[in-house]
Nanobody, 114 residues
Framework: QVQLVESGGGLVQAGGSLRLSCAAS???????MGWYRQAPGKQRELVAT???????NYGDSVKGRFTISRDNAKNTMYLQMNVLKPEDTAVYYC?????????WGQGTQVTVSS
């Protein structure tokens, strides 16, 4: 089964930027992927998704600030996060849809200070 490893999280001040990476253990060419996040005491929510063809979809709270992308040659998906806000603080998870089964990474913490 595919393994996903997120990286790039950390502590940043409000208004700053971070770039998250999600590295897969094998090819991602034909699979849709996505980023989700979960803040303490809240349900996991959609951040962004990207299809195998590169079509993207964003959660309302991040539109215009975050950009999802993928590099199939590197088996890696990215999330560029700009103009970060304290409410963006959460554990960020990536996933991959492989023939109807969703695999998740272990998550990376993003903390935005005010």
């Amino acid at each position: 089964q595919v393994q996903l490893v997120e990286s790039g999280g950390g502590l940043v001040q409000a208004g700053g930027s971070l770039r998250l990476s999600c590295a897969a253990s094998d090819s991602i060419n034909i699979n849709a992927m996505g980023w989700y996040r979960q803040a303490p005491g809240k349900q996991r929510e959609l951040v962004a998704t990207i299809t195998s063809g590169g079509s993207t979809n964003y959660g309302d709270s991040v539109k215009g600030r975050f950009t999802i992308s993928r590099d199939n040659a590197k088996n890696t998906m990215y999330l560029q996060m700009n103009v970060l806000k304290p409410e963006d603080t959460a554990v960020y998870y990536c996933n991959i849809n492989r023939w109807g089964y969703i695999y998740w990474g272990q998550g990376t913490q993003v903390t935005v200070s005010s």
